[in-house]
């Protein structure tokens, strides 16, 4: 980013090079243009320029170091100060600055528009806020001075976010780490967290964390208020990489098995390739199949909200946020709180349902066991359409019941109909999947 300089002002760059080739490095900011010759003999050569900004001069631009051969070369101490004295400019380009403890105020204020632009457009953000790699080493014994410094300075860090970014409801809960070693102790840190944070967050944010492998015992903390996992559908998963619903109903009930009655969420998912890369296939489902599923399944199939995905950018490209209205429209208005998973089933063997029931009413997901993404999207087959299906609910008290039947691609009402036997429901004609609420008149 540009730094910014005071114009009618000198300044001072400095900094050491060094190579074991003979080669020269030529250093180029702004109008200033400086040649520094290296040698294996020579060791470190430092550099001193001198030079004062002009009239219209505020920010200093690029600094480019160009090496004249394929020589291998070393830089260190790079400094930008005013000749005069003053504060250090370029201190991001210190390599062995502190890695914990100093928050960069651009990318503070980066994150700053980003609540904002949540709150302006109705979203809630899980803030993901303690960079693992910077404190994995010191968290793998617990009685050591490194683990309590870790727990000293990731509470530090959670106060400075609380003081800035603390204030907005639009941040639904603190995310301490992105994938961090399941298999470090790290159950007196979040311990440490939530005392730390009980006392200093009035509002009193959800707080999680996620890890690279499944967790029962995260799960389970009393110190972590979300329960979450990541989840990648990868060709070296075999039949667990074509079948998204069966995928995401084996996720969601192993969080309801170890969090039974805490907020879970599938907090990343998609398609990868075996190395844990963008998939292939994502540009060979244009209308999002495997998203558009994915949503409706992982929020009747047991977890507390649909699943998040991870390839943003190939996903911005493809337009996928209107998949995320119809179910929204449908939801509207719906609470799931109070319900067991459903029983209900279908005449149909090739057809799945999901949802949650009370004695009074049934919110249902029914789809096509065999309109998986991978026969659409690999096969290329079109789903068929599903024709004189009934459905049975079980455990519902007597009585008359409406039934709203949804379109699951356009979010609207298919058809209104009056039943008084809920054990033998007919289902409207449909393809891939439909969606329904039951309940008593």
Same mark, same amino acid.
């Given at each position: ?231 990648? *559908?990868?060709? +070296? ?9 069966? &995928? #995401?109903?084996?996720? /969601? @009930? ?84 109070? *319900?067991?998973? +459903? ?9 799945? &349902? #999901?949802?949650?029931? /009370? @004695? ?82």
């Amino acid at each position: 980013h540009p730094v910014a300089i005071r114009p009618n002002t000198g300044y001072r760059l400095t900094g050491r090079l060094g190579s074991d080739k003979a080669t020269t490095v030529q250093i180029q900011f702004g109008r200033e243009n400086k040649t520094v010759a290296l040698d294996s003999a020579t060791g470190w050569v430092s550099f001193d320029h001198r030079f004062t900004t002009q009239d219209n001069e505020q920010s200093l631009g690029s600094i480019t170091l160009m090496i004249r051969d394929a020589a291998p070369v070393w830089l260190d101490g790079l400094s930008l100060t005013e000749a005069a004295g003053g504060p250090e400019l370029l201190w991001e380009a210190d390599v062995n600055r502190p890695a914990r403890g100093a928050y960069n105020q651009i990318d503070c204020f980066m994150l700053d528009e980003v609540v904002r632009s949540a709150e302006r457009h109705g979203i809630y953000l899980m803030l993901c806020l303690i960079t693992r790699d910077l404190y994995m080493g010191d968290l793998k014994t617990v009685d050591s001075d490194a683990y309590r410094t870790a727990v000293r300075d990731a509470q530090n860090l959670l106060r400075y976010a609380v003081a800035r970014w603390g204030y907005s409801t639009h941040v639904a809960a603190w995310e301490y780490f992105n994938e961090i070693d399941p298999g470090l102790p790290t159950v007196p840190f979040y311990a440490d967290m939530a005392g730390y944070l009980d006392e200093l967050d009035p509002y009193r944010h959800l707080r999680t964390t996620s890890t690279w492998n499944p967790c029962s015992r995260d799960c389970q903390l009393p110190a972590l208020d979300i329960a979450q996992i990541h989840h990648y *559908m990868r060709p +070296t998963d075999k039949d667990k990489f074509l079948d998204q619903f069966a &995928v #995401l109903i084996e996720k /969601s @009930d192993w969080l309801r098995r170890y969090a039974p009655a805490k907020p879970a969420l599938i907090g990343e998912f998609g398609l990868a390739d075996d190395k844990w890369g963008l998939s292939p296939y994502l540009n060979q489902d244009p209308d999002c199949i495997h998203f558009e599923t994915s949503l409706w399944a992982a929020a009747f199939a047991g977890g507390s909200g649909t699943t998040l995905f991870w390839w943003w950018d190939q996903l911005d490209r493809q337009k996928v946020y209107p998949h995320y209205r119809p179910l929204a429209d449908y939801l509207r208005g719906v609470s799931f709180a109070g *319900m067991k998973a +459903t029983a209900a089933t279908s005449c149909n063997p090739f057809l799945g &349902v #999901l949802g949650y029931q /009370s @004695d009074s009413a049934a919110y249902l997901w029914i789809y096509d066991r065999s309109a998986t993404w991978s026969s659409r999207i690999i096969e290329k087959k079109t789903p068929a359409t599903i024709t004189d299906a009934h459905l049975s609910i079980l455990d519902l008290s007597a009585g008359n019941y409406s039934v709203e039947w949804w379109d699951t691609r356009s979010g609207r009402i298919l058809q209104q109909t009056e039943v008084n036997n809920p054990r033998e429901i007919p289902i409207p004609p449909f393809s891939s999947d439909i969606a329904c609420k039951f309940r008593m008149k």
